[in-house]
């Protein structure tokens, strides 16, 4: 995957345009805004220990937590404990502090990472959005969207939307790479997170280490088993082999190889390629 160099000399930027994006964010977007309020405070007041937490939980009577959604006044809270809270939301420091890990959780992550996608710092994918009562594919025991549904979702073509998203160029390829990289995250981090339903309590690592005759036992750690239906574990790999192989004793082995070949200047085809140079 190629990214725009960062080099000024390979992809020299006009002022006008940086200016003007400046200018947009700081009208817009709320997070900007946000922030810029932060740095503001810092160098009026001179606080040293300044901090600035968007909280991604959402209450139903509990406004005063909840991210900005308007042009209202954001309370800056100094944290005279010292703790932070569990759950790893954005936090912003002063320079010199050690950074925070940004939740994969958070709904302003991409709108973070991605402000020209999302000019008005507007809300992604977060654990409370339920399923609408209108849609006949949920599946059984169904009830919040994962990141997956979202994100397959937000990359489809839509008559009664402008879809700049999918007119962004490398930036939307980047965009796409990410939320793979999003989606893989947390399915991991659930499997790491319940190893008890996955028998994951069977694996005694440094006990069957000895018991198999290891000779190293200090190589030997605590073992996060992937499912079998997590795509490309080892135990994906295995039970896919043995289904093929049933197959192929049940019908018998492939005998063709079928290709479809395609016309580029098909009416379908020359419509997705006018869209994407749009």
């Not at 069977?202 to 605590?222: F, P, T």
Request: some cysteine; glycine content about 6%; overall charge neutral.
């Amino acid at each position: 995957m190629d990214f725009y160099s960062t080099d000024p000399a390979k992809n020299p930027l006009l002022q006008s345009i940086v200016e003007g994006l400046q200018h947009m964010f700081d009208v817009n977007n709320i997070l900007v805004r946000t922030f810029r309020s932060a740095r503001d405070r810092i160098q009026n007041s001179g606080v040293q220990e300044l901090q600035l937490k968007l909280l991604a939980k959402r209450g139903i009577n509990s406004r005063e937590y909840d991210l900005p959604s308007a042009n209202e006044i954001v309370a800056l809270i100094v944290d005279e404990t010292g703790e932070q809270s569990f759950s790893p939301d954005i936090i912003v420091q002063q320079k010199g502090s050690e950074m925070e890990r940004i939740s994969l959780y958070h709904p302003s992550l991409m709108a973070l990472q991605y402000p020209i996608l999302f000019p008005y710092g507007e809300d992604g994918w977060h654990p409370c959005i339920s399923y609408s009562h209108s849609s006949s594919n949920i599946r059984v025991g169904d009830k919040m969207i994962t990141q997956c549904d979202f994100y397959a979702y937000r990359l489809q073509t839509r008559l009664q939307e402008s879809n700049s998203l999918l007119l962004s160029g490398k930036l939307f390829q980047q965009y796409m790479v990410n939320a793979f990289a999003v989606i893989e995250a947390e399915r991991l981090d659930w499997m790491r997170t319940h190893q008890s339903k996955l028998r994951g309590h069977y694996y005694k690592d440094l006990l069957n280490s000895y018991l198999r005759g290891d000779s190293d036992i200090k190589l030997s750690g605590k073992p996060v088993i992937l499912a079998a239906s997590h795509t490309g574990s080892p135990r994906y790999k295995y039970e896919n082999f043995q289904d093929a192989m049933a197959i192929c004793k049940w019908i018998g082995y492939p005998d063709l190889f079928i290709t479809f070949t395609c016309n580029s200047n098909w009416p379908e085809i020359q419509l997705m390629v006018d869209l994407i140079r749009r």
